[in-house]
């Protein structure tokens, strides 16, 4: 299959990607939300002016019908009040959550009657704040459920394929997953870098969550390829991954594609709260098809070939 023959055209794309990726994290770093670096977070909810409020000057665009001010309104008043660095974020029709440092009673009544705006009436909904020890610690336990979910990974792998010894040993299929594995959450989590966003807990379950889709392509293609070795469909292991990777090719894609359109509906029509989110598992999904089906298997040729000689 071309795939295999032209292989050395997507490791390169692959090493741009991750090179790039690795570039934006060392130049631009990660823009740790309030889940790591601790930080308060409050939401509020405008209800909208009526149409006898008395709405003057520079507050007169929130007159009857408008339901919440904007986000540059909103952020001019922060900064001017002294909360500058804080990041606003809307929700739903009528809320707004700000996050920012971690405030005091007398900040966070400060921070309250900053964002009121005159004419409408707003309502605090949730307040809550984490300290910087307990951030440290997510991020802790974050990296370590990463290390943990590979290694796991990894580990199954290699004792379901145990039985495939020629021409590529078993654990040489777990330590080529353990490869496109950090090339999946390497790149997204680099693209989110170059965006500017902001990286937090929801962040880390949509890399767990890519992981897992990853790996199932991944072994889809894999455990075909164990099956034509059984077969002896061919002497040859190039052709037979070839072979085993047009047999697979079709559902694979067809697999991702379906899952990227419910993300992408998720992005442009769910709430703001879950835009993030749907975007790095788009992201993901795109990526993890790519290397289970282009840098996996190839990768197993490359190896198979180097073994022979």
Do not use: C
């Amino acid at each position: 299959m071309f795939i295999v023959k032209y292989r050395k055209i997507f490791f390169t794309i692959s090493i741009i990607t991750i090179a790039l990726s690795f570039f934006a994290m060392v130049t631009k770093g990660f823009n740790a939300g309030i889940d790591f670096k601790g930080g308060s977070i409050i939401e509020v909810s405008y209800l909208p002016a009526t149409a006898t409020s008395n709405v003057s000057g520079a507050d007169r665009r929130w007159q009857a019908g408008d339901k919440r001010p904007d986000v540059e309104t909103l952020t001019k008043a922060l900064n001017a009040a002294g909360f500058e660095g804080a990041r606003i974020q809307m929700a739903g029709e009528s809320d707004v959550i700000v996050k920012t440092r971690a405030l005091s009673e007398t900040d966070r009544q400060k921070l309250t009657s900053t964002i009121a705006i005159k004419g409408l009436v707003m309502e605090e909904k949730k307040f809550s704040s984490i300290g910087p020890t307990i951030g440290a610690e997510l991020h802790t336990k974050a990296w370590y459920a990463i290390i943990l979910v590979i290694l796991g990974i990894v580990l199954f792998i290699a004792y379901a394929f145990r039985h495939v010894s020629e021409p590529i040993s078993s654990w040489k299929y777990g330590m080529i997953t353990t490869a496109t594995l950090l090339h999946d959450i390497i790149v997204p989590a680099g693209v989110f870098v170059w965006l500017g966003k902001e990286v937090d807990t929801l962040f880390v379950v949509a890399l767990l969550s890519i992981m897992g889709v990853s790996v199932h392509d991944t072994i889809v293609v894999f455990d075909r390829i164990r099956e034509n070795l059984k077969l002896k469909i061919s002497n040859d292991f190039a052709t037979t991954v070839g072979t085993s990777l047009r047999q697979t090719f079709t559902r694979s894609i067809n697999t991702s594609v379906t899952v990227m359109i419910v993300l992408a509906t998720l992005f442009f029509f769910g709430p703001e709260s879950t835009k993030d989110f749907s975007l790095i598992l788009w992201i993901g999904i795109f990526i993890g098809t790519y290397s289970s089906v282009f840098i996996a298997s190839p990768l197993l040729v490359v190896l198979e070939k180097r073994q022979s000689r």
